[in-house]
């Protein structure tokens, strides 16, 4: 089996029952309509009664805005912090819609023009000259011709020259290839999601140029502590299919810790009220995922299947101090402060003091 399936594969059953029961207009080359797609992101009960599983957790007008971005011709750039599922709305906005999550892009230092546009295949290129066939397309190129989305991810890390070869793209919705004398046209379903880190900002700040052809949605940090230890069970109950879960109401519990933590270290408020220092590391929702997974492995290999306050420590040091001098004083500042007054976190407060 492999280690993990794209969305339009993993969700391959709720896709086949939106598309049966959407009676709504789909834009040109969409495989469901706006609606449905909103669905798809945020779940529902369908007209045939299957249930549609919520992949967004958070404010449902964000995710409509998304969506009507990508009906228009402007492209879509998800903003935000890491770790509020900006590549995850991405990829499944691409499943739902184009029925194709993998037609990506990642945006690195070293991303060059070629991989945005097109390349070649320099063997073909010597024994016959510039041709079709010695043209090495990229994932924008075939968006571009079969009518679907390409995903950019961390356009912000790309040079800014790169990122400017997607201008034409965008406003022209055409690729010129001078060598051949051609050029590639977009057919109608063409568009691209792009993500941007904010933590990167200033790095490759966008041009003008370039933000004009982008509608930005800022996907913010979950809103409450519901909402939060929401996202975090939902998820952690799908990566952990393989072991056995402790109960529910006890990993609800720890869950429900390991939020709170974060959202004050976040905030820098502890108790509702103490004023507290904030570490370099970004508390975000996928940050504490991997803090309740990793703990569930040491619980389930190394423990007796239930998750102690030990197995979570290490997992809430690692993800808090990721400066050794910084974040340590925050963390044990915080460990003073916040926790060590708490009755029931006892458990909680000597595992962490133990690991120092
Ligand atoms: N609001 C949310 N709703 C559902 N899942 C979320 C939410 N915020 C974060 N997540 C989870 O966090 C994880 C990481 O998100 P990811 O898309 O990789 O973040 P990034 O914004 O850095 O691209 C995903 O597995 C996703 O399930
Ligand atoms: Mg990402």
Redesign the pocket.
């Known amino acids: 089996m492999i280690l993990r399936q794209q969305a339009e594969f993993q969700f391959a059953e709720e896709l086949e029952n939106l598309k049966k029961t959407d009676k709504q207009k789909r834009p040109p080359n969409w495989q469901l309509s706006p609606s449905a797609v909103l669905t798809y992101l945020t779940g529902g009960k369908l007209s045939n009664g299957f249930e549609v599983s ?5 404010n449902k007008r964000l995710m409509e805005i998304a969506i009507a971005t990508l009906t228009t011709d402007r492209a879509l750039l ?1 903003y ?12 499944h906005l691409s499943a739902a819609i184009s029925g194709v999550s993998t037609l990506l892009i990642q945006g690195t230092a070293g991303t060059s023009e070629e991989s945005v546009r097109y390349g070649w295949n320099y063997a073909r290129l010597l024994s016959e000259g510039p041709s079709e066939a010695a043209l090495v397309s990229t994932p924008v190129m075939k968006a571009m011709k079969e009518g679907k989305l390409c995903r950019i ?1 961390e356009l912000t890390r790309m040079g800014s020259d790169v990122q400017d070869t997607l201008i034409t793209i965008l406003s022209e919705k055409m690729l010129p290839i001078p060598e051949l004398g051609t050029e590639i046209q977009a057919i109608e379903g063409f568009n691209i999601i792009a ?1 941007a ?1 904010n933590r990167d900002k200033g790095i490759n700040e966008l041009s003008g140029a370039l933000k004009r052809r982008f509608n930005t949605v800022i ?1 913010p ?2 809103e409450s502590i519901e ?1 939060e230890v929401e ?1 975090v069970h ?2 952690v109950k799908e990566m952990n299919s393989h072991i056995e879960l402790p109960d529910c109401f006890s990993l609800t519990y720890d869950i429900e810790r390991v939020v709170i933590i974060f959202r004050e270290l976040r905030s820098g408020i502890a108790n509702g009220k103490t004023i507290i220092k904030i570490p370099s590391s970004t508390m ?3 940050e504490a ?1 991997s803090v309740v997974n990793s703990g569930l492995a040491l619980s389930a290999h190394f423990g007796n299947g239930e998750l102690t306050a030990k197995d979570l420590a290490a997992g809430l040091i690692g993800a808090v101090v990721k400066d050794p001098v910084h974040d340590k004083l925050v963390w044990n500042e915080y460990l003073e402060t916040a926790l060590k007054g708490r009755s029931m976190w006892q458990d909680l407060y000597n595992a962490c003091k133990e690991l120092e």
């Open positions: 919520a992949k967004y957790i958070g998800l935000g912090l890491p770790g509020t599922a900006k590549s995850w709305v991405s990829e991810e993500t880190n996907l940090v979950p909402e996202i939902t998820r975000s929702p996928a995922i």
